[in-house]
């Protein structure tokens, strides 16, 4: 059987939020079948509308290219691409789109759709029940994603096409059109929006995206996102984000109190090194270690730099934490600070105002900490 998942080029990385979308590709290989990723090429010259409150921005040929090109490097860890049976395969549907034409688009797939039933699905009605404008182009989005299903079934024998929830709509669309155009049976499977068990949208932090690229997010910090994980959380995402073993995810679950941390700790192991390498696993889990003991090897951590010209005139300490993206805010900065969090080179800041300069320095660099997990490093360039 063959599958696919599609992802639009809107940024150069995927984050962890598209992660179980990839892990479902892997698993589905795994599973002896044919997994297709499919890269919008063609879509994200639209940008998907789906439950948005505005417009995505246009993004230029040039644009899309380097995008598609920071995408590109991610299938290949989760995915095993050949000429096999089961080998994973890339295609990208500006292939087929660029190539049609206005009227014979309207005239061969457009009429399969009626606007009564386009308005109905959720992703439209709520940016209408809001009275935010919609346009034309974001409304034949729904159409190119159906397309791209039938072509796929065309081109590659593909059954089904998965996504998250978002995407039931369009994904319905494209079966019924699989069986108004061609009389094609195909079918759709959505998995739901991921939430911690605090309620938090998974892979969203103070600091921004959980990026997959490390040219994004240094794969330190992407261990210390999976090592930070909620206790209540181990378990869940060790099934769906690692390739243990069922029995020995079942043994580290049951883990009780503080030894609850080694679970995460495997965790962190696991996704790091899925989507980056073992080798950066492993060198993860040895700056942490560090940054804990207090060490001063630690160039793993996330690094910022900043001009000397900037720290010589000095620079408060609240403004450094939002820069490395420890917090994301000013404010929020202030009431890490005012809850005795900050540290700096290991010291406890407790005043909001605190400043410091390129006498802090300590062999070269400011090592900033948000409580006792999360660190980052400042370091200076030349005037």
């Known amino acids: 059987m063959a599958a696919y998942i599609g992802f639009d080029a809107t940024a150069d990385s995927l984050h962890t939020g598209h992660l179980l979308q990839l892990m479902s590709l892997r698993w589905l290989q795994r599973s002896g079948h044919k997994p297709i990723v499919l890269v919008g090429g063609g879509t994200t010259r639209i940008g998907d509308p789906s439950f948005r409150d505005s417009g995505r921005p246009l993004l230029d040929d040039q644009q899309i290219a380097r995008n598609l090109a920071g995408l590109q490097q991610v299938f290949s860890r989760y995915l095993a691409f050949g000429d096999g049976p089961t080998d994973a395969v890339l295609v990208n549907n500006a292939d087929w789109l660029d ?139 060790l099934r769906l984000f690692t390739d243990l073993p069922l029995a020995e995810i ?33 060198e993860a889990a040895g700056t942490a270690r560090q940054a804990f003991a207090g060490g001063d090897d630690l160039d793993g951590l996330p690094t910022i730099t900043v001009p000397r010209s900037r720290l010589d005139r000095g620079i408060t300490v ?55 997990k999360r660190h980052a490093l400042v370091r200076t360039s030349d005037p």
Not at 125 to 136: G, S
Not at 260 to 269: D, E, M, W
Not at 322 to 346: D, Q
């Open 318 to 372: 609240a403004e450094l934490f939002v820069l490395t993206g420890l917090v994301g805010s000013k404010s929020e900065a202030r009431r890490l600070i005012a809850g005795n969090g900050a540290r700096v080179n290991g010291r406890g800041i407790g005043d909001e105002a605190a400043a410091v300069n390129a006498g802090d320095l300590k062999t070269g660099a400011l090592k900033l900490s948000a409580g006792r």
């Open 99 to 237: 190539a049609l034409h206005f009227i014979p688009l309207l005239r061969d797939v457009g009429r399969h759709f009626t606007v009564n039933r386009m308005l109905s699905f959720d992703s439209v009605r709520t940016r209408l029940d809001r009275e935010e404008p919609l346009t034309l182009l974001e409304f034949n989005y729904m159409i190119l994603q159906a397309f791209d299903f039938l072509e796929l079934a065309r081109r590659h024998g593909c059954v089904l096409q998965m996504g998250g929830a978002d995407q039931w709509g369009n994904i319905v669309n494209g079966v019924e059109l699989g069986r108004r155009a061609d009389q094609r049976q195909l079918f759709g499977l959505t998995t739901p929006l991921l939430t911690t068990a605090s309620g938090a949208k998974m892979g969203k932090t103070v600091g921004g995206a959980i990026w997959l690229n490390a040219d994004r997010l240094a794969p330190y910090a992407f261990w210390q996102f999976w090592r930070n994980t909620e206790d209540a959380d181990a378990g869940r995402f």
């Open 250 to 282: 079942s043994r580290l679950e049951a883990l009780q109190g503080a030894e609850i941390n080694a679970a995460k700790q495997v965790l962190a192991h696991a996704a790091t090194g899925l989507a980056h390498s073992e080798v950066a696993a492993v």
